[in-house]
């Protein structure tokens, strides 16, 4: 396994452990399954693992893992999808969510947490689901005023280590708060070969992830890539149910040319796509939607064959595939 430094966070395993598919969101597991595949992603070095009280059960699956007492190398985020809570709220809000969290994971500090709330504009509009966003998206003024206070105070009370933002929200407002100070000190940031957020995706305006991990990487900032085989779209086959006209359903009838290619070079598309997003410039370490130790495998051979050869990259991106 290698290892990248985090900007101020520090050296983290080049793979993290993403709770989603320990929690059953990216197809079934058992709990059993689930546990086995914790310990065997720190016995091939990873140690970093992120959670989030939305990812169903899988921050019990930590607490019933290491039972309150994890090896003191290994670090865990959780998160808070925020919303827009009433004026003034904002802070037990985080509190509430954070004490949560530590809860269910039997942990007495988070090492990162993550607002994982969108960031919009404060008059923005939504063209996907608006009527909603005052549960998934946080005002501009919102995060300024109340959230980054609550984080900072969070952080000076010993409750987190560090705090971080998911950068899946309004482009140019990901790109106000990477600029903002105080800053996050880790952002989570689509990485994979499509550009692609999928359903995160609400806003219109053209998908600016590339552009998030440059003005990230040049503040100091750590980078966690997101979404490296975009829910599944970038796999051999969705192991989950679901409509045509779902986004991820979308991205992978889009994705048919990578997995002819993938056929091409005699290669796994889910490995292709993880060597890809290993890749990219200024992810320090791409988080994993693994629900079991088979998945976990084929990730940890992706991160062992090292950087892509340029003639299979190039190929790769004249494919054509990537979001406006």
Same mark, same amino acid.
């Given at each position: 396994?290698?290892?990248?430094?985090?900007?101020?966070?520090?050296?983290?395993?080049?793979?993290?452990?993403?709770?989603?598919?320990?929690?059953?969101?990216?197809?079934?597991?058992?709990?059993?399954?689930?546990?086995?595949?914790?310990?065997?992603?720190?016995?091939?070095?990873?140690?970093?693992?992120?959670?989030?009280?939305?990812?169903?059960?899988?921050?019990?699956?930590?607490?019933?893992?290491?039972?309150?007492?994890?090896?003191?190398?290994?670090?865990?985020?959780?998160?808070?999808?925020?919303?827009?809570?009433?004026?003034?709220?904002?802070?037990?809000?985080?509190?509430?969510?954070?004490?949560?969290?530590?809860?269910?994971?039997?942990?007495?500090?988070?090492?990162?947490?993550?607002?994982?709330?969108?960031?919009?504009?404060?008059?923005?509009?939504?063209?996907?689901?608006?009527?909603?966003?005052?549960?998934?998206?946080?005002?501009?003024?919102?995060?300024?005023?109340?959230?980054?206070?609550?984080?900072?105070?969070?952080?000076?009370?010993?409750?987190?280590?560090?705090?971080?933002?998911?950068?899946?929200?309004?482009?140019?407002?990901?790109?106000?708060?990477?600029?903002?100070?105080?800053?996050? =000190? !880790?952002?989570?940031? @689509?990485? #994979?070969?499509?550009?692609? %957020?999928?359903?995160? &995706? +609400?806003? *219109?305006?053209?998908?600016?992830?590339?552009?998030?991990?440059?003005?990230?990487?040049?503040?100091?900032?750590?980078?966690?890539?997101?979404?490296?085989?975009?829910?599944?779209?970038?796999?051999?086959?969705?192991?989950?149910?679901?409509?045509?006209?779902?986004?991820?359903?979308?991205?992978?009838?889009?994705?048919?040319?990578?997995?002819?290619?993938?056929?091409?070079?005699?290669?796994?598309?889910?490995?292709?796509?993880?060597?890809?997003?290993?890749?990219?410039?200024?992810?320090? =370490? !791409?988080?994993?939607? @693994?629900? #079991?130790?088979?998945?976990? %495998?084929?990730?940890? &051979? +992706?991160? *062992?064959?090292?950087?892509?050869?340029?003639?299979?990259?190039?190929?790769?991106?004249?494919?054509?595939?990537?979001?406006?």
């Amino acid at each position: 396994m290698r290892y990248a430094q985090l900007g101020s966070f520090g050296p983290v395993s080049r793979l993290t452990l993403g709770g989603g598919g320990l929690g059953s969101l990216w197809g079934e597991t058992t709990a059993d399954e689930a546990i086995a595949t914790v310990h065997a992603a720190l016995d091939a070095g990873i140690d970093l693992i992120d959670t989030a009280p939305s990812y169903r059960d899988c921050e019990a699956v930590i607490g019933a893992a290491f039972g309150g007492a994890p090896p003191t190398h290994v670090r865990f985020t959780t998160k808070c999808q925020l919303g827009e809570p009433p004026r003034g709220d904002v802070a037990a809000h985080l509190e509430t969510s954070l004490d949560a969290s530590l809860s269910a994971m039997r942990l007495e500090r988070a090492d990162i947490f993550f607002l994982h709330s969108n960031i919009r504009p404060d008059d923005y509009r939504y063209a996907r689901f608006d009527d909603r966003r005052t549960g998934f998206a946080t005002p501009w003024s919102m995060y300024v005023e109340e959230v980054v206070p609550a984080m900072e105070r969070l952080r000076a009370s010993g409750r987190i280590g560090h705090w971080g933002i998911t950068g899946t929200g309004v482009p140019q407002e990901i790109l106000s708060a990477i600029a903002h100070d105080p800053a996050p =000190s !880790v952002v989570q940031a @689509v990485a #994979n070969l499509m550009d692609s %957020a999928g359903s995160m &995706r +609400a806003y *219109a305006e053209p998908a600016r992830p590339r552009e998030i991990i440059a003005a990230a990487k040049a503040r100091g900032q750590g980078v966690l890539g997101i979404r490296a085989v975009q829910a599944g779209a970038l796999t051999s086959g969705i192991d989950r149910t679901m409509k045509d006209s779902h986004p991820e359903a979308a991205d992978y009838r889009r994705a048919e040319r990578f997995r002819a290619l993938c056929a091409d070079l005699g290669e796994d598309p889910a490995v292709l796509a993880h060597r890809y997003a290993l890749d990219m410039e200024g992810v320090d =370490s !791409v988080i994993l939607g @693994v629900k #079991n130790r088979a998945e976990l %495998a084929d990730c940890l &051979r +992706a991160e *062992a064959a090292g950087p892509l050869p340029g003639d299979v990259r190039a190929r790769i991106d004249a494919l054509g595939l990537t979001q406006a």
